[in-house]
């Protein structure tokens, strides 16, 4: 067989034992939340047929889709997100499902992307939604569970930034902004977190708005004053919003991780009220969960309606997040003892083996009978923190020798003293 | 934008909540003992350059694989196996990984095949490997994975047919088989478990061997007095298989549930050593788990070689196996409580999920503010087994009604007592 160069598709990653580990603790941590709350897991595949996943997210969405024949002549397409399967399964099984529906997925997705730092072919989406209820109760509780993921990764500082679509348009209308202007207007918002107030009047001069209006604009939205001021508005839509805040306190979002911000418009031209986005001030690679409230999720698969609120995790980007804090490392990965093997003495390695496991610790012994040495080095490799070395002479004395990996010191002890420490 | 039926494709399955839940589980208990026994996850990517699959299976297994263009004109395709892309990964990390790599890969593949009842072309394998050893152990390390992972699945009667090449090449040998004509005699004996004894005679016969030979194959392999026999037989194959079984039972593998089967011919155009096979003989969908031991992994990636054993779980079968036996018969999803929601008292509900949940019990208040009615059918939908009911006169009281969802009963408590019985 000719030897193929064993490399792997630019944009895709390949996951070894110390990164998946980590990995899967993080999805540990945020299946609990969910959980928690409700929320149960669904899986969709990954390929669909093409007419189900092209024309949903726009040109750009199909220039992005992996899409192909199959040896069949059917149209096939890799998903691009897991919203748009949601929204058929949905479509498809509704009165079957518990209404409101509250469902969790996490799984790969793929995009024909040109690879670049930290943008992938092949990622990990993560995605909670409630869907079926226009309950402020439920955009509460999508706060909750942000508040309470960002907690459990071991984070203080972040802040959960909350707006709404209504709020936005009455503001923007109050101060004074046609109609037909004031998504163009919010879009132009939109680009503040990359820009300046200043630019971002000129973006809404530049669409024909008059001048005293821009002032008004920034009087009450833009500036720094009253962007995060809630209690100065007014108005059916500033009253909703205040419910909110206070069915999130109910649900135990502390004040200090909220706060509205009326510049926020992320993807407002998709969401129709709420919206979320998790930022950590300290952490400079962006945004680590966003979402919102939509009217109908599933309106491209069924006249039926399903408004609903959801969010989708950064999951590559809390993953990171973590790294930098230190999180992981101390890493241990499966196993927890490495018990060296003596040829010799094999039959009693074994039975120190099955002993360790049966007091549920996760333990190996070494498959070769290697220089001593070597087996060291392989704990080492393995992160595994404990090794404990079982020769003849310590078979003889009813005592196994119990080696700290990360001090490098070893001491002579019973093996139940060695199941203790190790414990 | 016009609607798309919402069906997905043929062969693809969408999991919902309680499927994913029962699948959640499996996975859960596989990767326990995975961990107990020093495995380390690792993943691969879905999409992989073409010339890393291609070529690796076959004529059939090519034919087989979704293959592509993307748009930029690279050839793409969904892996097949995850055996292949472990093999690269192998060849490519192999001097900073830990040797011999125990690795454990739990994914979906793809297969452009027909469906059939239980066939798929999106399916989730599930395999673990040592790779870089020739040492026995690790083969009877693999027969304690399977032997821990069935008992852990709550399976008794299950069996580990084992088999081994050189085994089955010495008896064929000596039985007067032309070298030439080993392989094709094992590949007629493959047949044994879809038919009977003299057809598998008649079919080795037709291969040009003798009749005299052909009675002695019967007399030494398939008979059913001598196909489980170790003891009569020997040579260093069969001293090295009863190295094995020693080994096995080291490792606390219970002599009822492991059996020499001579038949067993499961791939042994691909294993070069031990090979196994898991049956549950009530159990009549095929078997569960197979695998064995191969000479060298990656050598379409490498000139270094990796030998190693190896085997894959029958994911979907071993969660069809527990649901016939009622394992998940009282399966709780993801929420225990379910608190209703009255508005005139929806703060004091709100306290009472809270305190629920920091009790560690996963709960959820009713989004709405619906009838009681419509929130019990939600309850029972999502197989919730507790509801708390808290209305005004509870409040009043400090009492809530605990109502167990299965018996219908319902009772007054305090709270404290509630989580109690909940516990």
Known sequence: MPITEPKNLKGTRDFGPEEMTKRLLVLEILRAI??????DPIETPA??????????????????TYSFKDNGDRDIALRYDQTVPTARFVAANWSNL???????QIGPVWRADKPQKGRYREFVQCDIDIIGTTSLVADAEVAAVLFDVFKAIGCDDFVIRVNSRALLNDLLQKAGVKEELVTPCIVAIDKLDKTSVDKVKEL????????AVV?????TIL?????????????????????????????????????????????????????????????????LAGGGRYDNLAEMFSNKSFPGVGIAFGFDRIVLW????????????????????????????????????????????????????KQLKYADKKRIPWVIIQGSQEVEKGEVLLRNMSSGEQESVTLQEAIEKIN
């Open 322 to 373: 973590m790294e930098e804090q230190g999180t992981f490392d101390n890493l241990i990965l499966a196993s927890e003892v490495l018990v060296v093997q003596f040829p010799d003495v094999l039959k009693e390695n074994m039975k120190t083996l099955k002993t360790l496991q049966e007091e549920s610790i996760n333990a190996e012994l070494y498959v070769d009978a290697a220089k001593m040495d």
């Open 204 to 211: 809404i001069l530049a669409l024909g708005v008059d001048k």
């Open 34 to 39: 969910f959980n928690k709350y409700g929320y």
């Open 215 to 219: 002032a008004k604009i920034e009087e």
């Open 223 to 287: 500036s720094e004053k009253v962007r995060n001021e809630l209690s100065s508005l007014e108005g059916e839509s500033a009253k909703s919003m205040q419910t909110f805040f206070d069915l999130a306190d109910g649900f135990g979002v502390e004040e200090k991780n909220i706060m509205l911000d009326l510049t926020l418009a992320r993807g407002l031209d998709y969401y129709t009220g709420t919206t979320y986005e998790v930022i950590i001030p300290d952490f400079k690679v962006g945004s």
């Open 47 to 64: 390929i669909e047929y093409a007419e189900t996943i092209l024309g949903k997210y726009g040109e750009e969405g199909d220039k992005l």
């Open 98 to 104: 518990p209404m409101p529906f509250k469902r969790y």
